[in-house]
């Protein structure tokens, strides 16, 4: 009989699987006492690495004063507003809004019911059309599935949403060309402002500007999916911020408790909120049952905590160079053939590597004890923003091995 639980994003068959039991700083280790590097921080995740005792201290005084509540109308509780405002507070809104919820895919639903809701508040309801961008990753619920640029995550599932539009996701001018067709139909767009899952690609020059000019001139509203790349993982506390391009909604999660605790959101601007506050007997009929829950809550504000006390934002850029001084010496000796990143957030396109030889190539590398992440055929790094250099230099060595001994066998 195989095991009771269905793993996420694998072969229902499998059953080759590592059993973590361990994680301490930025190691992990399974339960035959192997220790791993994690060079992934989790799943992108991991900003202050694991099991920091602020934070198992914060969750747990939080569980001994108010274990549980919900956020629906009439309750609250004072750490789920207290999380709301740091998050606002390092946001690039500082007259925004926060909705909580539990995970990315979450927020990214939330954020597409917004999309269309608030041109039917604003008498648009003709406004349905949202258009997504090739090899964007944003979560698996249903919207999120729709959202989808990695059409192996979009297909296979049925119908999903309708009116959504697919965008190239580098030449800005396929966007405009849509937006000339649809403009007045059009609600938004959603993008990373970094590409993550789909391989790790920064946006090209201008790319983003592009899509804010053509939002504003089409009266669309704009999403930045930073569920990835928000707390301090690009260098700053948001990409939007590292970019100078401020959307209209900022979805996130993963670095927001790095991990401690489910929790994601979206960060509203104060153009939509005018929007949904301007009519009193508007009821916001959405929200999920752990919404604000006070131990997500107490989490977040522990964690922001620990990366402005620490300086990890800063810490980010240091880690970035050191990541992309090791890669680049593997590409300028051929080892790979394109290098990828910003902040502390990076990707090796493993020169002639097949999506089978990249996978071969994360295995090899876990086997000597650093745990990576594979994308056709490149391999992504997103390491706890309190990794020492030695263990960096590790990471790039550990690869190059790796490489040498699947590609050159």
């Not at 917004?114 to 309801?125: A, E, G, N």
């Amino acid at each position: 009989m195989l095991p009771a639980l269905l793993h996420a994003f694998s072969k229902p068959t499998s059953e080759n699987f590592k059993t973590l039991v361990r994680s301490e700083g930025v190691r992990v280790w399974d339960e035959n006492g192997k220790e791993y590097i994690d060079g992934l921080g989790g799943l992108w995740y991991c900003q202050v690495g694991h099991s920091r005792p602020e934070l198992i201290d914060a969750i747990t005084e939080q569980l001994k004063k108010l274990s549980s509540y919900h956020t629906f109308a009439p309750m609250g509780s004072d750490v789920s507003d207290a999380a709301a405002e740091r998050i606002r507070s390092v946001s690039p809104f500082p007259d925004g809004r926060v909705f909580l919820c539990c995970s990315g895919s979450e927020s990214v639903d939330s954020a597409i019911k917004l999309l269309r809701k608030v041109p039917i508040l604003k008498k648009q309801p003709e406004r349905q059309i949202i258009l997504r961008r090739g090899r964007g990753y944003h979560g698996v619920n249903i919207g999120g599935t729709t959202m989808q640029g990695i059409p192996a995550n979009r297909e296979g599932w049925g119908d999903l949403l309708p009116n959504v539009i697919e965008i190239d996701p580098t030449n800005i001018e396929d966007a405009a060309s849509i937006f000339v067709e649809h403009g007045d139909r059009i609600a938004g767009v959603v993008t990373e402002p970094v590409q993550g899952a789909g391989g790790v690609f920064p946006p090209e020059p201008g790319y983003l500007e592009g899509l804010r000019r053509l939002c504003d001139d089409h009266q669309a509203l704009l999403v930045f999916d930073e569920v990835i790349t928000g707390f301090g993982r690009t260098g700053n506390w948001f990409a939007s911020d590292t970019y100078e391009v401020k959307p209209d909604l900022i979805t996130f999660a993963k670095g927001v408790t790095s991990g401690y605790q489910p929790l994601g959101g979206v960060i509203i601007n104060r153009k939509v909120c005018d929007v949904l506050e301007s009519d009193p007997d508007f009821t916001f009929m959405h929200g999920y049952t752990y919404s604000g829950h006070p131990a997500a809550s107490a989490a977040a504000i522990a964690n922001i905590n620990i990366i402005e006390d620490e300086g990890l934002v800063q810490r980010s850029k240091e880690i970035g160079d050191r990541i992309f001084r090791g890669l680049e010496a593997l590409r300028e000796d051929g080892v790979v053939s394109e290098v990828r990143g910003v902040g502390a957030i990076w990707a090796a396109q493993v020169a002639n590597a097949s999506t089978e030889q990249g996978l071969e190539i994360r295995d090899k590398m876990t086997e000597m004890g650093v745990i990576c992440r594979a994308i056709n055929g490149a391999l992504a790094f997103c390491p706890p923003l309190v990794i020492e250099e030695n263990d960096i230099d590790l990471i790039i060595d550990t690869a190059a091995k790796a490489i040498e001994e699947v590609i050159v066998k």
